[in-house]
Structure formats: C-alpha cells, structure tokens
C-alpha cells in the first residue's frame, strides 16, 4: 500500500534534466539524508572549534535522527529496496532518538548549547 501512495517519487525529476543526471525524488531524499546526516559532523567540528574542547551539540543530534530516517525510507520504500542499506541506517536512526532524548532530559527542551 505505502510502495503505490509513494509511486510518484520513483519518476525521474524533469526540472533535473538540464543537468543530465538521471535523479528520482526518492535518490533527491536519499541524498538530501546523506549530506545531511555527514553535515552533522561539520556541526560538531565548528561547535567543538568554538567551545575549544570536544562537544556535540542538540543539531548534531536532529541531523541525525532527520538524515538516518530519510536514508532509510530511501532504502526501504525506493525501487532500490536495499537490505543492506536499511541495517546500515536502522541502527544509527534509533541510537541518535535516544540520545537526543537523553540530551533533552538531560540539559533541558529549550537549552541548544553543548556544555559537556
């Protein structure tokens, strides 16, 4: 039932053609989830930078629950249905909930900066 609601994400996307590469919305996701789940390393570097000893701030935690969870749908729900893909994202999609749950608990909802 989900693979035929989502069909329309597999078609090639026409505004791409310009460019000569073959993209389908579900690869624009799986993409998007890649970069950002490596970008949060960019987060953790520059915070880490400023703070002036090894920290990892709340973004470096929703980067990654966002990037996990939409690497994963691009392996579970695509034309690519890929087992290896989806062990190698299950696992780093529920780690990074739960330590985002425990930075919440922890440091409070509201408070982003990494004090630890």
Do not use: C, E
């Amino acid at each position: 039932m989900m693979g035929l609601a989502l069909h329309w994400l597999d078609q090639p996307l026409t505004w791409l053609y310009w460019t000569g590469l073959h993209v389908t919305g579900w690869k624009l996701i799986g993409y998007t989830g890649a970069l950002m789940f490596g970008g949060r390393w960019l987060v953790q570097f520059v915070a880490s930078k400023r703070a002036g000893k090894p920290v990892i701030p709340r973004l470096f935690w929703y980067m990654s629950v966002v990037g996990s969870l939409m690497t994963l749908s691009y392996f579970l729900f695509s034309a690519k249905q890929d087992s290896v893909g989806v062990l190698q994202n299950l696992f780093p999609a529920f780690t990074a909930l739960y330590s985002l749950q425990l930075d919440i608990k922890h440091r409070g909802w509201k408070r982003d900066k990494a004090s630890h």
